[in-house]
């Protein structure tokens, strides 16, 4: 089992920046992908972006350029530093994790992040 839980979110003026945590505990297993999602009011949850274990990244094309993925492997945690902030970056911000070897995510509990306009 892993657990993840995440810290950082808030709010905060267009333009500003936040920087998300999200640390994992449990059988993490060691090679795994690490990343961010996020699910607004009315709206799918959607990739942020992710990270695998040595170090492949990948973004989603609103976020590029934008927002930073990082993870430590010692501390089993995952950052994401967000600039530039929209008023569309408003969501619900959840922390996965997938061993290699499984068809399903873990998730955590997800963290409010509102931008005001």
């Known amino acids: 089992q892993v657990q993840l839980v995440e810290s950082g979110g808030g709010l905060v003026q267009a333009g500003g920046s936040l920087r998300l945590s999200c640390a994992a505990s449990?059988?993490?297993?060691?090679?795994?992908?690490m990343g961010w999602y996020r699910q607004a009011p009315g709206k799918e949850r959607e990739l942020v972006a992710t990270?695998?274990?040595?170090?492949?990244?990948n973004y989603a094309d609103s976020v590029k350029g934008r927002f930073t993925i990082s993870r430590d492997n010692v501390k089993n945690t995952v950052y994401l530093q967000m600039n530039s902030l929209k008023p569309e970056d408003t969501a619900v911000y959840y922390c996965?994790?997938?061993?290699?070897?499984?068809?399903?995510?873990?998730w955590g509990q997800g963290t409010q992040v509102t931008v005001s306009s």
């Open positions: 990270i695998t274990s040595g170090g492949r990244l």
């Open positions: 449990g059988l993490i297993f060691g090679i795994n992908t």
């Open positions: 996965s994790l997938r061993r290699t070897s499984q068809t399903y995510n873990y």
